[in-house]
């Protein structure tokens, strides 16, 4: 299994919080949800950072099979459609966002 992170750094408009939480999980969670192959879709809003350490918003994870189902979904019209949304959000929330993108090999351990 492998987890392909997209983190949004940067601070979110003073006030706008609760809107782009909102604006997130009605217009991109639907989209992001719906990419060929993904096995979970896991969004989260930051809630607490070190002091010093950049600001990070909102991060996406979403775990596939392997590489192979990775790519169908890097491929498919849902996430053309969500990297359409993706400058309304930067342009409303995130005005300094910076997006990063990170895959990762996943071991589960539940004992």
């Known amino acids: 299994m492998i987890t392909r ?4 750094q940067g601070a979110v408009r003073p ?5 782009m939480r909102e604006f997130v999980n009605t217009r991109l969670t639907p989209l992001w949800r719906q ?14 950072q070190d002091p010093d350490g950049p600001v990070i918003p909102l991060i996406l994870a979403i775990t596939y099979a392997d590489e192979e189902a990775m790519a ?5 019209p849902a996430r053309h459609a969500a990297k359409d949304i993706l400058p309304e959000l930067y342009e409303r929330f995130l005005p300094d966002a910076k997006l990063y993108h ?9 004992d």
Do not use: H, N, Q
């Open 72 to 76: 169908k979904a890097l491929d498919s």
């Open 102 to 110: 990170y895959v990762m090999d996943r071991t589960r351990y539940t």
């Open 5 to 8: 992170y997209a983190i949004f």
């Open 35 to 48: 990419f060929a192959c993904a096995e979970e879709v896991r969004v989260l809003f930051g809630k607490e």
């Open 15 to 19: 006030g706008a919080e609760a809107e």
